[in-house]
């Protein structure tokens, strides 16, 4: 595997899923295969799970891992060709992707969405570039459109839940009910952690619904053939797993439509479900997007979610390290 973007890039689900459990089981087994291996993790923007995650499941296959904070204790980078650096950053990614590449077997790259320009990023402008000019296989740790490790987490954690839900008889359906809901935050968020989850559950064995407010649509090369339903309470009747997430408008690109606190999941939108899991990537804020009580009910699966983020980052360097 040389990159780790989209769904497709993973292949088979199914296989995944169960490599995913392998890995899980035994995490240790293939120290071997990153014996004097070494993963770069290039952070443009914060992280807390993501940079934990993957530096433990790097550790877990025997690798090094390093990890850097643009910004904070490298050279800011210039990301723009053709321009006169006359400003406040003193190397261009075209140098320092190449370095990086050169110290590492694997690089992992978060840089979300800047709201600058749709172009620059939903043309992935900076990942690309990683792909590029380092030679190296290359995850996307959220960039400006995806974030698969998280979509394939959340796949993991579904696929177990619902296991789960089957054989304690207390389900007859065929296949679990998802609903993906758009819920209300003070700022401006990418679409990277909707848009991934709306591709990988077009892509599994799942019944898929979008909710959000109107102007909330997201780029249809993520959503596909997704019902979109605006009424969430309709949404929420009978789902499973209620999928909750702000993001900010991909057609008026970059913009707050809406602040409408009667999105926040609460009890009133679980009552009509099929007594659902809560699910979020987090950091999430409490009272804006879930409240207290939906968060903290033993239905709430925002944490072993969280766990499963080194399990999916786990198979998917195991995979590269494979393919070296
Ligand atoms: C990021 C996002 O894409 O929405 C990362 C999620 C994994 N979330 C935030 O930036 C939240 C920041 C905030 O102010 O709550």
Redesign the pocket.
């Known amino acids: 595997m040389r990159k780790f973007f989209n769904v497709q890039d993973i292949g088979d689900l199914d296989k995944a899923l169960k490599e995913a459990a392998e890995v899980k089981a035994t995490p240790f087994a293939w120290q071997h295969l990153g014996k004097n291996r070494t993963i770069i993790l290039i952070f443009f ?2 992280s807390l ?2 940079r934990l995650s993957s530096q433990k499941a790097a550790m877990n296959l025997g690798m090094n891992s390093i990890v850097l904070n643009v910004n904070g204790d490298s050279w800011k980078l210039e990301t723009e060709m053709g321009v006169v650096m006359d400003g406040d950053k003193p190397e261009h990614l075209r140098e320092a992707i190449p370095v990086i590449g050169s110290y590492c077997d694997i690089i992992g790259v978060r840089s ?1 969405a800047r709201f600058e320009s749709k172009e620059f990023d939903y043309g992935e402008t900076i990942l690309r570039q990683f792909v590029e000019y380092s030679g190296k296989p290359v995850i996307s740790l ?1 960039s400006a459109t995806v ?1 698969p490790c ?1 979509a394939f987490a959340d796949l993991i954690t579904i696929d177990e839940y619902w296991k789960k839900k089957v054989s304690e008889g207390k389900t007859s359906k065929k296949r679990p009910k998802v609903v993906l809901t758009w819920a209300p ?3 401006a ?2 679409q ?2 909707p848009n991934s989850f709306a591709q990988w559950m077009n892509a599994a064995d799942v019944d898929f619904v979008i909710t959000h407010p109107h102007g909330y649509e997201l780029d249809p090369a993520f959503s596909g053939n997704a019902p979109i339903e605006y009424d969430q309470m309709k949404a929420f009747e009978g789902a499973d797993f209620i999928y909750a ?3 900010s408008s991909y057609t008026e690109y970059g913009k707050i439509l809406s602040k409408d606190r009667s999105w926040t999941v609460s009890s009133r939108q679980m009552a009509v479900t099929d007594d659902a899991f809560f699910m979020h ?3 999430v ?1 409490r009272n804006m997007i879930v409240s207290d009580e939906v968060i903290d009910a033993p239905t709430s699966i925002v944490i072993p979610e969280a766990a499963n983020r080194v399990v999916s980052a786990q198979v998917v360097m195991k995979r590269m390290l494979e393919s070296l």
């Open positions: 923007n914060s799970r993501t979300f959220e974030h998280q935050h003070p700022n968020l990418p990277a952690v997430k702000n993001w990537c987090l950091p804020r």
